[in-house]
C-alpha cells in the first residue's frame, strides 16, 4: 500500500503562485510515476501532470504548459507540482496519484485507471 497526503492549497489571485507538496509513504519502491490531476465543481478529473520515479521524464496537459513544473524529490518521497500565473480556469480540487506500472510512452499516464493510489485532495482557488 501507498499512502499519499497533498499540501499547499489555497486561495490566490490570478497571475499569483502556488506550490503543492505530495508526500508519500508505505510501500513507495514499487513506484514508476507521480502525477496530479484536478476536479472543478461539476466537471471529470482531469489530467495535470507527471513525472516518472525511477526514470527522467515529465509530461504536462497543454493548458498549463509553461505556467506549471513538477518535480521529485526522492530522499523525501515527495512530488511537487509548482504552479505560476494562474489563472480563475485552475481552480480546482488537486490531486495527487500513484501509479505501479511501466508505461514506455509516458503520454499512457495521463489516463486516469493507470494510478492505483490517490491522495484526499487540496483546493485551490484563483480568484480574478
Known amino acids: 500500500q501507498v499512502q499519499l497526503v497533498e499540501s499547499g492549497g489555497g486561495l490566490v489571485q490570478a497571475g499569483e503562485s502556488l506550490r503543492l507538496s505530495c508526500a508519500a509513504s508505505?510501500?513507495?519502491?514499487?513506484?514508476?510515476?507521480m502525477g496530479w490531476f484536478r476536479q472543478a465543481p461539476g466537471k471529470e478529473r482531469e489530467f495535470v501532470a507527471v513525472?516518472?520515479?525511477?526514470?527522467?521524464?515529465?509530461y504536462y496537459t497543454d493548458s498549463v504548459k509553461g505556467r506549471f513544473t513538477i518535480s521529485r524529490n526522492k530522499a523525501k518521497n515527495t512530488a511537487d507540482l509548482q504552479m505560476n500565473s494562474l489563472k480563475p480556469e485552475d481552480t480546482a480540487v488537486y490531486y495527487c496519484?500513484?501509479?505501479?506500472?511501466?508505461?514506455?510512452?509516458?503520454?499512457?499516464?495521463?489516463?486516469?485507471?493507470?494510478?492505483?493510489?490517490w491522495g484526499q485532495g487540496t483546493q485551490v482557488t484563483v480568484s480574478s
Open positions: 496519484a500513484a501509479s505501479n506500472s511501466y508505461y514506455s510512452d509516458i503520454q499512457s499516464y495521463s489516463v486516469r485507471g493507470r494510478y492505483g493510489y
Open positions: 508505505g510501500r513507495t519502491f514499487n513506484t514508476d510515476a
Open positions: 513525472i516518472r520515479w525511477k526514470y527522467s521524464g515529465t
